[in-house]
């Protein structure tokens, strides 16, 4: 009797869309696929997430159960320059951020990490890449963050983003060690123009 072999392709769907990873190369292990969440907490979203930190913790720490108990391995967070320090970020992030981390491990989660949320001062690259290197590079390799996003729907129909970008996404990439890249886009058809911006250090994920 013949059997059918039957292909399963399973497609995730985040909350903050979809993630498209390339494929290994061959002999190489498949990447675990980020099943994520995009996440604040109830009573401290956006900014109050880092500046009201000290309540924002046991929320967090409670919801990460139902999280993990959702089938989820990843959480994304984010971070706001003008909220955190910049460019010089504050010894209080830095030890929020932290333990933050630490928090989301403990839960046997990932951290997927959005820097420059709410950030429009594309002219100031010098300064983006100060403050990226205090918030980065002290997690150089670090296996609890799955992957640093430089950014959240960028538009690059604005030519000083793309000049931000090209900059920018090979500096994460130099901090970041191993650990995956990416920039959102706000339009799919500017997924060939991320690759081109970033030249010799694509992306490692593309949304």
Known sequence: MNMRRLA?????????????????????????????????????????????????????????????????NTVRIFVHPWSVGYPQPTHQFTANFEEALALIATHGLKA???????WWSWSEIANSQTWLTRVVQPHRNDTRIALWELQNEVQLDNPAVRTWIQSLLPYLKQQAGTTSITVSVGNVEWL????????????????
Do not use: C
């Not at 109050?48 to 999280?67: E, G, N, V």
């Not at 060939?192 to 949304?207: E, H, K, W």
């Open 8 to 72: 399963a392709i399973s497609f995730l769907i985040l909350a903050l869309g979809a993630f498209a990873i390339p494929p290994a190369p061959a002999r190489a292990e498949s990447p675990t696929p980020l099943k994520e969440i995009n996440y604040y907490p109830r009573d401290y979203a956006w900014e109050r997430f880092w500046s009201h930190w000290s309540l924002a913790k046991p929320q967090m720490d409670s919801d990460l159960d139902r999280i993990r108990q959702l089938g989820a």
């Open 192 to 207: 060939d123009d991320v690759r081109d911006l970033a030249g010799a250090t694509p992306p490692d994920i593309y949304s």
């Open 112 to 118: 997927h990490v959005t820097l420059f949320d709410w």
